[in-house]
């Protein structure tokens, strides 16, 4: 099967053919269905030092995906070949207390696993197969599209999991503002309205991602300029944002969120542009907490699963073929992309 691989830092992913992969005993071999472009896999292909990370390439690409159960390993159960599932991304030892939890994305021993989960260490989706070390990492999708569905396994899961942390926040009379309106910022949009009261503002500096943000419920864009703060200090009578999701995470998104942030909110960084946010007693507001998060846990995912089988949220999809994936990672490093995109490997 042609497969789409990361074979170096600072490399151009290259399509090249690899052998059908055989699930060894205990795992499940996938039929990929879709497998969505993060842009943290431009991070991967142009960003990162070897020695960064604890893990790296050879791999193939793709952490975000989905399809259908294609065989079984020696002894793996729990789901039936033909069965369409969502597909687990972080993968963990299975046995810490983190892991116990479903919290896998939080492994206690990730650092001594040598990869992060599929398409991040380990083989991903962007090939017509994909091996899954456990059926645990499987959630049934009902009736949902496999194409559709795989950006719930990570634009929707790390959202969810961002937002689910400061729900108490967000009461009636709430402001949450998100921070880039793009993979991940229009699903966090959508869960918003699914979970929450709120008002919810996007904020972003392209125009065409704020169309998508009206489009899939915000309530109000800003156009993130030098006013942004401003408008969102107006549009909240002054007091500011009860939680700023910040899916971006340079240095000018931060110094925004630290703006428009209220006391006692939450400022919670998802975004992995690499900036930092100057910590002291008078640059944040008093008690505003500041958090990373990173991803999401099983539990949460069977959640966004069936949030998306209620037709609470749906992923802006759009369609690429294996062989026009390096098309979908080079619009989206433009800025030309909205919504997902999606590459559907047959
Ligand atoms: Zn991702
Ligand atoms: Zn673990």
New binding site residues.
């Given amino acids: 099967m042609r497969a789409l691989r990361l074979v170096d830092w600072k490399h151009e992913p290259e399509l090249v053919e690899v052998t059908d992969p055989e699930p060894g005993p205990g795992e499940v071999r996938i039929r990929i269905g879709g497998a969505g472009a993060?842009h943290?896999d431009l991070h991967l292909m142009y960003d990162f030092e070897g020695g960064l990370l604890p893990w790296g390439p050879p791999f193939t690409l793709g952490?975000?995906n989905a399809g259908w159960v294609d065989a079984l390993g020696a002894g793996a159960s729990g789901v039936e070949v033909g069965e369409a599932v969502a597909v687990y991304g972080p993968w963990g030892c299975g046995v810490c207390h983190r892991c116990a939890q479903g919290m896998e994305n939080y492994c206690v021993h990730q650092a001594t696993i040598g990869a992060a989960g599929g398409g991040l260490g380990i083989d991903g989706g962007m090939a017509r197969y994909m091996v899954v070390p456990h059926s645990r990492y499987l959630v049934p999708l009902g009736e949902l599209d496999p194409v559709e569905a795989a950006p719930l396994t990570?634009a929707a899961l790390t959202p969810y999991h961002a937002i689910k942390r400061s729900l108490p926040l967000l009461i009636p009379g709430s402001t949450a503002v998100v921070v880039g309106a793009g993979g991940l910022g229009h699903m966090a949009i959508q869960i918003l309205k699914a979970l929450c009261p709120a008002r919810v503002v996007a904020v972003d500096t392209n125009s065409k991602a704020l169309e998508l943000a009206y489009d899939v419920g915000a309530d109000e864009t800003v156009l993130m300029d030098g006013n942004a703060v401003e408008a969102v200090r107006a549009s909240t009578h002054g007091v500011g944002a009860d939680v700023v999701v910040d899916f971006v995470g340079i240095d000018d998104t931060l110094r925004f969120g630290a703006g428009a942030a209220r006391s006692l909110g939450h400022l919670t960084l998802v975004g992995i542009g690499g900036g930092t946010l100057p910590l002291g007693f008078f640059t944040v507001p008093y008690e505003l907490s500041v958090a990373t998060t990173y991803w999401g846990s099983i539990p949460e995912l069977i959640e966004v699963v069936a949030l998306a089988n209620a037709g609470k949220i749906r992923a802006r999809v759009e369609r690429f073929s294996l062989d026009d994936a390096p098309t979908a990672y080079e619009r989206m490093r433009v800025g030309d992309l909205h919504g997902r995109a999606v590459v559907v490997p047959s």
């Fill in positions: 993060c943290s952490h975000e990570d």
